[in-house]
């Protein structure tokens, strides 16, 4: 069993950034993948990043593409998202996720594990 835990969400004006953080409890996730993924109010779960632990090559959406930033710091098992010159439309809940495997999913679906989630709000 993974548990995954997320922080660091919160209030901030357009522009500004904030860091989301992923503390995992697995002890390695060498053969995993992490994404980020977010879910606005009334709207589907959608694809941030994801990072394949392993060799630390990552991927985004494009919506976020320059912007955002995912990494991961093997010693303490936890995955970062950093969030720059964020925008309103960045305002939703943001999801770690953890998928088995050396690939690096962009779907909901595969991932097997997720955490409470954290939320963040962007004013303009």
């Known amino acids: 069993q993974v548990q995954l835990v997320e922080s660091g969400g919160g209030l901030v004006q357009a522009g500004g950034s904030l860091r989301l953080s992923c503390a995992a409890s697995?002890?390695?996730?060498?053969?995993?993948?992490m994404g980020w993924f977010r879910q606005a109010p009334g709207k589907e779960r959608e694809f941030v990043a994801v990072i394949r632990w392993s060799v630390g090559t990552a991927y985004y959406a494009d919506s976020v593409k320059g912007r955002f930033t995912i990494s991961r710091e093997n010693a303490k098992n936890t995955v970062y998202l950093q969030m720059n010159s964020l925008k309103p439309e960045d305002t939703a809940v943001y999801y770690c996720a953890a998928a088995p495997g050396t690939a690096a999913p962009v779907e909901v679906y595969e991932y097997d594990y997720w955490g409470q989630g954290t939320q963040v709000t962007v004013s303009s």
């Open positions: 697995r002890r390695t996730f060498s053969s995993y993948a």
